[in-house]
């Protein structure tokens, strides 16, 4: 059994969590991949807060539960480190610089007017075709392997294109990780052989878990039709309660509780998931964003509050995980079942990289050739994602000058 001292630096302070994530939130660009790689380097290698053991450890929790795997996963880092408070810390640090920049995004948007600002935004949905798509094939690559697998993620795309609802996602989800437990046979357990020393212990975790199911079956009794801070804080609840696989799938999540609802523009709604791919930081950030939106007359409060939502889900699951990894870890029906959600997962993003983000982005033969390229750039080349967007708003704005 691996013990948190162990082959580790001695207990940190909030306060170096703080500035150590800090540093993390205003440099990580490229996504919760490139993300996992600089808390490696940074965390590991460079500080030794933990052994690789460790870090291997907390990834493969944070990967087997919903929420955004990144900050979860710096959350574990920050807890480990320094507590509760370094948990915070570490959330908060990593966060609000991204979250900042597109709360500014959003406050800016109304002045892009023009035909070059309109021109901007409309680069950002392009932006938005090539990540999505790039996003479809790796995971699909990843977690669709077989030809059972395969088969989920294209029945539940196929049903969401022609049922588009947060309902019919929710139940897709639910079916495919009943179809995964009772026929992904050649899916096992983790089988993890070693265990971290946890500052808290079940009874903790058991609280904690209680308080996730009592949010999810909760918030919705007081939700309303009309976007207040109680049926905000649901939507982005639910949201953050059900993103398996990455922070890419919570665009259809959240395009059905937001777009179809008439509260936020599909072009609002792409314009700001395309900006979230030029800053650092995690993708939820992209919540903060559509607070301001929802609320011009209280925009701090509403995007506050979509951002606590959205990670609280993910927070309270892998703490509340933590103290029973071990069991879990070693069970092949939660295996199976998780492996049938990631599967149906990836047919859900397929589904919305064409309702709504081709539809919408997509309007002429220029849009498909900027698109194609900047699909290029992300999979043959392997730039930063913040280079595709340059790419797309400068070629975008370029095709309506000439």
């Not at 059994?1 to 207990?11: F, G, Q, R």
């Not at 069970?331 to 079942?337: C, K, L, Y």
């Not at 900027?370 to 280079?387: C, D």
Request: aromatic residues 10%; hydrophobic residues 60%.
């Amino acid at each position: 059994m691996i013990d948190a001292t162990e082959k580790t630096s001695k207990a940190g302070s909030p306060l170096e969590v703080l500035r150590v994530f800090l540093k993390l939130g205003l440099t990580s660009f490229g996504g919760p991949i490139a993300h996992l790689g600089y808390f490696r380097t940074e965390l590991v290698e460079r500080r030794r807060w933990v052994s690789d053991d460790q870090f291997a450890q907390l990834l493969a929790i944070c990967q087997f539960l919903p929420g955004p795997a990144s900050s979860q996963l710096g959350f574990c880092l920050g807890l480990l480190r320094a507590g509760w408070f370094g948990a915070l810390a570490a959330f908060f640090a990593f966060t609000f610089p991204s979250a900042l920049l597109l709360i500014a995004f959003a406050a800016a948007l109304p002045l892009l007017s023009g035909p070059v600002g309109l021109a901007s935004v409309h680069g950002l949905k392009l932006v938005a075709c090539a990540v999505v798509a790039d996003a479809v094939l790796g995971m699909a690559k990843k977690l669709c392997p077989d030809t059972q697998r395969r088969s989920i993620a294209i029945l539940a795309a196929a049903a969401l294109l022609v049922v588009s609802s947060a309902a019919a996602q929710l139940l897709v989800v639910i079916l495919a990780a009943i179809v995964g437990a009772l026929l992904l046979r050649n899916v096992t357990g983790i089988n993890d052989t070693d265990s971290m020393h946890i500052p808290f212990g079940p009874r903790v975790g058991a609280i904690l878990l209680l308080v996730f199911a009592a949010l999810l079956m909760g918030l919705p009794l007081f939700s309303s039709a009309s976007p207040d801070l109680l049926t905000v804080a649901d939507v982005f609840y639910r949201a953050g309660a059900l993103v398996f696989g990455g922070g890419h799938v919570v665009l259809p999540l959240l395009q059905d509780s937001v777009v179809t609802t008439g509260w936020v523009a599909p072009d609002q709604f792409l314009a700001g998931y395309g900006a979230s791919q030029a800053i650092p930081g995690p993708m939820f950030s992209f919540s903060a964003y559509l607070g301001v939106l929802l609320s011009p007359e209280h925009p701090w409060l509403m995007a506050l509050t979509a951002l606590l939502f959205m990670f609280l889900p993910g927070f309270l699951l892998v703490a509340g995980v933590l103290p029973f990894w071990r069991a879990v870890s070693n069970n092949s029906v939660a295996s199976r079942a998780i492996a049938g959600v990631n599967a149906a997962v990836v047919g859900l993003l397929g589904a919305a990289l064409y309702d709504p983000i081709f539809t919408s982005g997509i309007t002429t033969p220029v849009d498909i050739a900027i698109a194609l390229v900047a699909f290029g750039l992300l999979v043959a080349w392997r730039v930063s994602p913040l280079i595709v967007v340059l790419w797309c708003v400068a070629a975008s704005v370029t095709a309506v000058l000439i």
